[in-house]
């Protein structure tokens, strides 16, 4: 508890100490930063099968502090689990300084030596991030050095270690990427290639990155550096848009792929049309082995060089967003179509207003495999389809202003998803669902607006039907309260039928948020990499403050 | 100017020169073969499991394979906890496979949020924080590496177990000796466990056809330990070199197990670092 | 090993408190929605103000927050000559989508792309919506964290509270 009392008071000590700094006049350097807290205490509730937390409160907090002086920079990051809130893997445990770094610039060279976060091309091969609240961070630690030698050209070349718990990944990561922009190359010779004025923008770029990990296998003989090249194009106009990247990986025989020494290709290729008031977008994808990581035996989400997203739209409705999808990385072919259309206001179709309607559609099938029996485990056709569906989404959405204070949003989806192959569980096979949104936002006056939601997921697989109901009252520009409820009265066991509700509300001034709720949420799980974790159900309150300065 | 730009090209040449990715393929053989060498150390190898644990039955032949490969030198104990292992009333998975030790050392280790299968080698730390104990758990694949790396430890006590078991009244003797390689910690603690292998029962396997398979060997299976989770003091004072400890354990087999499948295994381990120094095993019947 | 740490953090805080609040905005490279890339010591606007605005595609109170300021842009521009740079956060997944899901709402920003949240990072931003209004001088006066409706007229209040008076 003093442990918990101290970090909070350590963190509230910076704006303070930001604020007492104005009146020197000492060199041009300048210190800013963030913190954020979130505490959770935990009560015990049999319906939804929230269990006892022996700690009753745990909280999760950070803090990060930069210097800038000219061209040096600096700063470091401090993250504390005391313990880890629940859902967090238990190896973030205790307080430590998790990150720190220098850099220095220098007109074409940066040199950073320390820790870092860095993403070649589009990520297929290597991404180096943060998604601190999903507990996600493999950032780096070693050096990064970034040279642009002539215009147009940029090269990145980065070594080190990635970030695992408070530790660090045994593998050693090594890598090198370079893009052209032919345009500013070019525009030294020929002046209509000028990327002031040019109507058309050429991107050409290439990445090689490898992983060294010594093997102490006393079975298999497995290779130690292991490399893996990547291409990408973009062509760029003022309407349209055409990215393409394409990835192949050496036998990278690991825990997520059952150790094959199969090599690995990924594939991605998006183009888009767009003027204003409409736009038209495809993409599609395939995947074949590609989970790249710089610990051969690291499961979820550690660890991990290579980023694959999914090929889905991404919602942020509750219940739309109930059965989210994610890459198989061993083998996926998939593809996403969204065309959208801006309806003037006065005309037919968009009323006094105007109406914006969002049609989009995504599919993801397995690879059509056939196993091989030896050690490169299976093959797979390029271009053809696996049988096996394993995400599909088909979604309406219209925007809709009935009058200058009321705002209405209307969702309908469809979505397909093969529950046991994503959440890598067994005997619930694939969910059918229909999903219902709408919204409305009614402006009080210029302060106050209040804003509802009512969903409703209609399916017969899994737990059932479920209704969401929220509501939202705001006060520009400091306070804000909210409920929200998530109804399983479809649910096949009568005792499951559970009401998570839950309510908060949040006072915010300029960059500094508190937010406090209490509440009931619903359990989930994680299945990444031949490991399963659940995330338990939990009833309580809840303390979340952020700042920036 | 141009100096400066000179200067930045060399230092990122010589940069690239140093990040430059190499290439192992292997193109056979994928498997080599493994030197036992005979004495000395044993390695403790855990594999925490669950029947509804789809993916657990890899780790469990991992287990064994490394088993048989090191022929006596590694001795595994399967343990069976977190919700994966949790029963239903009648029917699959009805075995109740969960025990209060168990329990204790999910809780301590948070192997069931970390997820399932996990396993550890000795207890180490594998050169994370020790204070962090949920950096002992590894992954399956990770289980040979951490062996081999162990068994080039030297071993700080010798352990031998003689015992003396009556299969009509199901009662066992054990007398067990620890004698001190390494000068003592008072730290150290005698831990017994008692063991069955080969529970046939219900256990999902993913990728397996059919999955839930009825008639699974479940083998290591842990029931019980003769003296709680952590086991009891060796000593209170500093044992030098040479010296021998004694301790005798008398206990009633239950006829819930199967007798002629089961086995001690005692191992001593430091109570504050939690790591394993030295495992020894024997069958109730020869 | 701890306690070396956290004095060491200490001595850091000590060693640097003798410098300038001048908040201005880091050197950051970015992309254009054009493939361009960008630096942030570009951000210039004549002596007049930049607002900097950090959004994605999927966060509802950043597209509230960037449809409210659409119908208010060329007022705010005629009156206070400010330039808005809405940066995306979108990654990989959504980075394609930006340019049409910007070109179907008619929004006439400035769109810069963070794929792997450099420049977020950099100004220290952890939720977003997060906005930046910076003066004529480059100093960053104003941020806001997260949005509600009627937001963007407290961001007007500042907005005309820093331009230069001499400047029409």
């Known amino acids: 508890m003093k442990k918990v009392l101290a970090v909070i008071l350590f963190c509230l000590s910076f704006p303070f100490l930001a604020k007492a700094q104005e009146s020197n006049k000492f060199g041009a350097g300048e210190i800013h930063g963030n913190f954020q807290m979130m505490a959770q205490n935990y009560l015990v509730d049999s319906t939804i099968g929230a269990k006892e937390v022996s700690e009753k409160i745990r909280m999760n907090s950070f803090a990060n502090l930069n210097y800038i002086n000219g061209n040096f920079k600096a700063g470091m990051r401090y993250e504390s689990y005391e313990k880890a809130l629940l859902g967090f893997d238990p190896r973030y445990n205790g307080s430590d300084l998790t990150y720190r770094y220098a850099t220095y610039t220098n007109d074409d060279l940066e040199f950073t030596i320390g820790n870092y976060y860095e993403q070649f091309g589009s990520g297929l091969i290597f991404r180096s991030y943060e998604e601190r609240g999903l507990g996600i961070d493999n950032a780096m630690d070693g050096i990064r050095v970034k040279y642009k030698p002539t215009a147009g050209v940029y090269l990145k070349s980065v070594i080190g270690k990635q970030r695992f718990y408070f530790a660090k990944g045994e593998g050693i990561v090594r890598g090198l990427d370079a893009e052209f922009n032919l345009n500013e190359i070019l525009s030294t010779f020929l002046p209509e290639f000028n990327p002031e004025k040019a109507r058309y923008t050429y991107i050409l770029g290439g990445s090689m990155v490898g992983k060294y990990q010594a093997d102490n296998d006393p079975i298999r003989i497995l290779p130690e550096n292991v490399a893996a090249f990547a291409g990408r194009f973009n062509f760029i106009s003022d309407k349209f848009n055409f990215y393409t990247e394409y990835a192949y990986k050496i036998n990278d025989p690991s825990l997520t792929n059952g150790f094959i020494y199969k090599k690995g290709e990924a594939l991605f290729v998006s183009a888009n049309y767009s003027v204003k008031g409409f736009s038209l977008s495809a993409s599609a994808k395939r995947v074949d082995n590609m989970d790249f990581r710089s610990d051969r035996n690291a499961d979820v989400n550690n660890l991990t060089m290579s980023f694959l997203p999914a090929i889905s739209k991404q919602h942020t ?131 106050k607006t209040f804003r509802a939601e009512l969903q409703s997921m209609r399916t017969k697989q899994d737990f059932g039907d479920w209704a969401v109901g929220l509501a939202e009252y705001t006060v520009s520009p400091h306070w804000f309260f909210a409920v929200i409820d998530q109804f399983n009265y479809g649910n096949a066991i009568a005792e499951k039928r559970a009401h998570y509700y839950s309510g908060s509300f949040g006072y915010t001034k300029n960059a500094t948020r508190f937010i406090v709720g209490y509440g009931k949420q619903r359990e989930g799980f994680l299945c990444v990499g031949g490991v399963c974790r659940l995330i338990p159900a939990s009833y309580g309150l809840s303390l979340a403050i952020s700042s920036t300065f | 100017m141009k100096k400066m730009k000179n200067s930045s090209l060399f230092l990122f040449g010589i940069f690239v020169a140093f990040t430059f990715a190499a290439c192992d393929e292997i193109t056979g053989p994928y498997t080599e073969e493994v030197n036992v060498t005979e ?54 998975f009805s075995y109740n496979f969960k025990t209060p030790v168990g329990d204790e050392l999910d809780q301590f280790f948070n192997i069931e949020t970390a997820g399932l299968p996990k396993g550890m080698v000795n207890r180490q730390a594998n050169d994370g924080d020790y204070t962090i104990f949920s950096n002992r758990l590894l992954n399956y694949t990770a289980w040979g590496s951490s062996i081999a790396m162990e068994l080039n430890k030297k071993a700080a006590v010798n352990l031998s177990i003689s015992k003396n078991y009556d299969t009509l009244n199901r009662n066992l003797n054990l007398d067990i000796e620890v004698e001190y390689l390494e000068k003592g910690n008072i730290n150290q603690q005698l831990v017994v466990y008692l063991v069955e292998d080969s529970i046939i029962n219900w256990q999902k396997w993913y990728g397996h056809i059919p999955e839930n398979v009825p008639d699974f060997a479940h083998r290591h299976v842990f029931r019980k330990s003769l003296n709680g989770a ?51 095993e024997i069958k109730l019947m020869e | 090993m701890k306690a070396k740490k956290i004095t060491l953090l200490f001595l850091f805080i000590c060693a640097v408190l003798s410098v300038n609040a001048q908040n201005k905005i880091p050197a950051v490279n970015v992309k254009t929605i054009d493939g361009a890339t960008f630096n942030t010591t570009n951000m210039v606007n ?71 949240a450099d420049l977020k990072r950099a100004l220290n931003v952890g939720d977003i919506p997060h906005t930046f209004l910076i003066n004529g001088k480059g100093e960053i006066v104003y941020q806001h964290a997260g949005y509600a409706p009627g937001d963007e007229n407290e961001l007007y209040e500042k907005l005309l509270g820093c331009i230069n008076p001499e400047v029409k």
């Open chain 3, 46 to 116: 004549d002596g007049k103000p930049i607002i900097i605005d950090f959004w994605a595609t999927w966060c509802k109170p950043c597209v509230q927050e960037l449809t409210a300021i659409a119908d208010l842009y060329e007022d705010w521009q005629k009156v206070t000559g400010v330039k808005i740079y809405a940066v995306s956060i979108d990654d990989a997944r959504n980075s394609a989508r930006v340019k049409p899901f910007v070109n179907t709402r008619g929004w006439e920003y400035e769109i810069l792309l963070d794929p792997n």
């Open chain 1, 317 to 447: 409705y509750a219940l739309p967003s109930f059965y989210p999808y994610a890459t198989q990385p061993l083998g996926e072919i998939g593809e996403q179509f969204e065309v959208s259309y801006n309806f003037k206001k006065g005309t037919k179709l968009g009323g006094k207003y105007g109406t914006l309607v969002t049609i989009n559609f995504s599919n993801a099938n397995n690879l059509d495999t056939t196993q091989t029996g030896n050690e490169q485990g299976y093959s797979a056709a390029f271009f053809s389809k696996g049988k096996m569906l394993l995400y599909r989404d088909l979604n309406f959405e219209v925007v809709k202003k009935i009058s200058p204070k009321l705002k209405t949003t209307y969702t309908y989806m469809y979505q397909v998803f093969n529950k046991d192959k994503v959440q890598n569980v067994s005997g619930f096979g694939t969910v059918f669902a229909h999903i219902a949104v709408f919204e409305m936002q009614y402006k009080i006056n210029s302060k």
């Open chain 2, 230 to 280: 952590w086991g009891d003091r060796l000593s209170g004072s500093v044992k030098s070199v040479g010296q021998i400890i004694s301790k005798s354990f008398i206990t009633s087999i239950s006829t819930k197990y199967k007798h002629k499948k089961c086995y001690v295994v005692a191992f001593v381990q430091n109570n504050i670092t939690k790591e394993v120094l030295q495992v020894e």
């Open chain 2, 39 to 92: 004495g000395g150390r044993k390695i403790l190898l855990e594999d925490f499991t669950g029947h509804e644990c789809g993916n657990c039955p890899y780790a469990g032949i991992e287990a064994t394979k490394l088993d048989s490969i090191y022929k006596g030198r590694v001795i595994v104990v399967a343990t069976h906890c977190s919700f994966f292992a949790d029963t239903n009333k009648t029917g699959k």
